[in-house]
């Protein structure tokens, strides 16, 4: 059901992004940001795990450097039928971990000196559990698109504000109709992308729940560290 409702909300993020081009250019338009977003998708397919890691400041951690983090990944890989992601570290007190990377072969994982200081091993290797679960359903890449598609649309509304406000500072004849649809592109649109990629975001963080949860064996072990 998780994969149906991302399939869907997907196609409705992909629409908004249609929708403006028609409203901005037409056919043309149309035509114009559906080779945007193959563009900028084809970027984020290539790119996004050294943007996320590099905007991180994560860096990588070597076995023989720390053989414990390297056994957690290694064993929660091995349990979720994975291949061996690479591992990095961030220096920061935030709890956190994440995935990112096109694919199962080209996954790295990243945890904060800040979880690590805080969960237990049982609960690092459930978190690491709910991580490869994202590599395995593949939701690094479904996000990274998905934020590139967001983004695309936030910087069209950007675009729309201006042409609004210098359309109706010179105060055109005839223009309060596209005044107005500038308007819905620049307010309401920017909204329904956020709206729709927060939804995708919770369906795949409910899907990773209930992979990492199965794949670990200790269900319990990540509902503590969540609370943590």
Do not use: C
């Amino acid at each position: 059901m998780n994969t149906v409702k991302t399939f869907f909300f997907m196609m409705a993020l992909t629409g908004l992004l249609l929708v403006i081009g028609a409203a901005l250019g037409g056919f043309e338009g149309i035509i114009l940001f559906l080779l945007i977003a193959v563009v900028m998708n084809f970027g984020a397919y290539w790119f996004s795990d050294r943007i996320a890691l590099g905007m991180a400041h994560a860096h990588p951690v070597t076995e023989g450097e720390d053989p414990e983090l390297f056994g957690i990944v290694a064993e929660q890989a091995s349990l979720a039928g994975l291949p061996m992601p690479k591992v990095h570290e961030i220096a920061s007190e935030s709890p956190n971990a994440f995935a990112t990377g096109r694919s199962p072969k080209k996954a790295t994982v990243a945890v904060t000196t800040g979880i690590r200081r805080i969960l237990t091993r049982e609960e690092l290797g459930a978190v690491l559990a709910h991580e490869m679960a994202h590599v395995g359903n593949r939701d690094t890449l479904i996000m990274a698109m998905v934020a590139t598609i967001a983004g695309a649309i936030s910087m069209l509304a950007f675009m729309a504000q201006i042409s609004a406000i210098f359309g109706g500072m010179r105060g055109d004849r005839g223009g309060g109709g596209n005044i107005i649809g500038l308007l819905v592109i620049a307010i309401i649109m920017p909204l329904a992308a956020s709206i729709i990629r927060l939804a995708i975001s919770r369906a795949r963080e409910y899907q990773a729940d209930a992979t990492g949860a199965r794949n670990s064996g200790n269900p319990y072990a990540l509902a503590s560290a969540l609370e943590k």
